[in-house]
């Protein structure tokens, strides 16, 4: 019932647009190269008998209105990228919906339900620094402020939604309402189910990053004449508290905490540093328990600091809610799964979807595809076509299961 070449094609055609050098691609929100992707994906759309149009802030949607007024189903994902990323993060959930719906009308079988698919625009926030832009609209979050944020040739989103020639809406006009449920598919983007030897996955829940910027000032002094007793090295005291992240996370079964951005001030070989400021993400599918963890960075960080007689600033810059998929959603996945012969794996997701701005507006649920060695992000991500066949299989059995 699902045509995998075909499938397997539109995968390989989407992925040549913003192809880099060495086999990645940019593709980012509102450019050519985006322009381009949605009009190709439109054409696929239309393929499958689906209506399509752009809402006010470029989402591309795919809607059959179903034989009956119930609310909708709602499948989607994105097709942007991050720098240099891969061909299936966010593009396969979007393939495969298309794909699943071509599957049923292909069988003549019509929907009691209306189904929209979604391409949500800019889910990565590779060019305005400000993810999730089509998602956060049609949860009905977004606001004239956020679009206001500029790019760093100074365009703001506003901006580049016109650039793009579509039609200036109110955003109200965006969020959906009379929705059933969200599903959405996506590679795992990890090694949980290649390691348990699982094509799919049913997803508990998205992990809530928190993202922390510490800042630590001590003195910056001649490295060759300042004794090692009289140093207020901030670097040495950044190295204790990094190194301590690491050992306190371990203790949490489910958190994961890096440190990603290092900056060190004045930075030079024969100068003791000054200044320095590093980043924290930390997530967890218990928001308790992340939260705790934080509590203990910070009550490590400043016993350090007043030990080394260094001045600490921490500043939050994001904090978002963990999300859990709905318990019906899974249990009709998971028998999906059942059903296809594979055995059923349950995990979180450590990586942020567009599912996860739909926590407080209608049920949502996910379905992970097996990362060759976990790879994603990466021009060597890949999944295999067997694997993108049985998530498109669960998919269509759990549709028709929501459909009833």
Request: hydrophobic share 40%; with cysteine.
């Amino acid at each position: 019932m699902i045509n995998i070449q075909r499938l397997s094609e539109h995968i390989e055609q989407l992925s040549r647009i913003g192809r880099t050098a060495d086999g990645g691609i940019d593709r980012f929100s509102y450019t050519d190269h985006d322009i381009k992707a949605n009009e190709l994906v439109a054409q696929y759309m239309k393929a499958a008998g689906l209506n399509v149009h752009y809402d006010a802030v470029g989402n591309l949607i795919g809607s059959d209105e179903g034989t009956e007024d119930l609310p909708a189903i709602v499948l989607g994902s994105h097709i942007d990228t991050v720098p240099n990323g891969g061909k299936f993060d966010g593009s396969l959930g979007v393939l495969v919906a298309i794909e699943v719906i071509h599957s049923f009308k292909e069988q003549g079988i019509e929907f009691r339900h209306p189904v929209k698919v979604i391409a949500f625009r800019d889910e990565e926030g590779t060019r305005f620094g400000f993810g999730m832009i089509g998602s956060r609209a049609v949860a009905g979050t977004l606001t004239t402020a956020d679009l206001q944020r500029m790019d760093e040739d100074g365009i703001t989103i506003e901006q580049a939604i016109a650039n793009c020639g579509l039609e200036k809406k109110s955003l109200s006009s965006t969020r959906l309402n009379h929705v059933k449920c969200y599903l959405e598919v996506h590679i795992e983007q990890g090694k949980v189910l290649e390691a348990k030897g699982a094509a799919v996955g049913n997803v508990t829940g998205i992990a809530g990053p928190l993202w922390l910027k510490f800042q630590l000032t001590g003195l910056a002094e001649h490295a060759g004449t300042t004794p090692m007793n009289q140093r207020q090295d901030a670097l040495v005291g950044a190295s204790l508290i990094i190194a301590e992240v690491e050992k306190m996370t371990k203790r949490y079964n489910s958190s994961v905490a890096t440190v990603g951005k290092l900056i060190v001030k004045p930075n030079g070989v024969n100068v003791i540093p000054g200044e320095v400021e590093w980043t924290i993400d930390m997530r967890d599918i218990d928001e308790a328990q992340r939260d705790q963890l934080e509590r203990e960075i910070k009550q490590y960080a400043e016993a350090v600091a007043r030990e080394r007689q260094l001045g600490l600033h921490v500043i939050e810059l994001q904090r978002v809610e963990p999300v859990h998929c709905d318990k019906i959603l899974q249990a009709l996945i998971k028998e999906s799964i059942q059903e296809i012969g594979e055995t059923v794996v349950s995990l979180p997701s450590g990586a942020g979807h567009d599912a996860m701005q739909f926590k407080d507006c209608f049920p949502v649920g996910m379905i992970f595809v097996r990362s060759k060695d976990g790879i994603s992000h990466n021009p060597k991500e890949f999944t295999a076509e067997e694997d993108m066949l049985k998530a498109a299989q669960v998919l269509y059995k759990t549709m028709v299961k929501l459909d009833r």
